[in-house]
Nanobody, 124 residues
Framework: QVQLVESGGGLVQAGGSLRLSCAAAGRTSAMGWFRQAPGKEREFVVAGWSGGSGGSTAYADSVKGRFTFSRNNAKNTVYLQMNSLKPEDTAVYFC??????????????????WGRGTQVTVSS
């Protein structure tokens, strides 16, 4: 069982920044972020492999160049730095973790554990 604790959501004006954190209690193979806007399905944001080598990071096209995913392996924590935020980034952001290897990072069903979500609201 892996517990995920998210923090860092809030309200920000368009063009502003927020940083989300997700601490995992347990070993993971990959961690990432998904988001769900009102009336929409949950969608992939960013994810990367856990562990020392890290490997490549996958980003949704809608956040490339604005969001940055990073990790602190010693703390088993991942971060999502969100810059140049837009109103369309408003959503509940969920941290996700997998304990399987060889998953497709973009696929929601490949993740085994989920955080409760943290609200990000971007005002225009």
């Amino acid at each position: 069982q892996v517990q995920l604790v998210e923090s860092g959501g809030g309200l920000v004006q368009a063009g502003g920044s927020l940083r989300l954190s997700c601490a995992a209690a347990g070993r993971t193979s990959a961690m990432g972020w998904f988001r769900q806007a009102p009336g929409k399905e949950r969608e992939f944001v960013v994810a990367g492999w856990s562990g020392g080598s890290g490997g490549s990071t996958a980003y949704a096209d809608s956040v490339k160049g604005r969001f940055t995913f990073s990790r602190n392996n010693a703390k088993n924590t991942v971060y999502l730095q969100m810059n140049s935020l837009k109103p369309e980034d408003t959503a509940v952001y969920f941290c996700a973790a997998s304990v399987r290897y060889g998953i497709n990072l973009y696929v929601e069903g490949h993740y085994d554990y989920w955080g409760r979500g943290t609200q990000v609201t971007v005002s225009s």
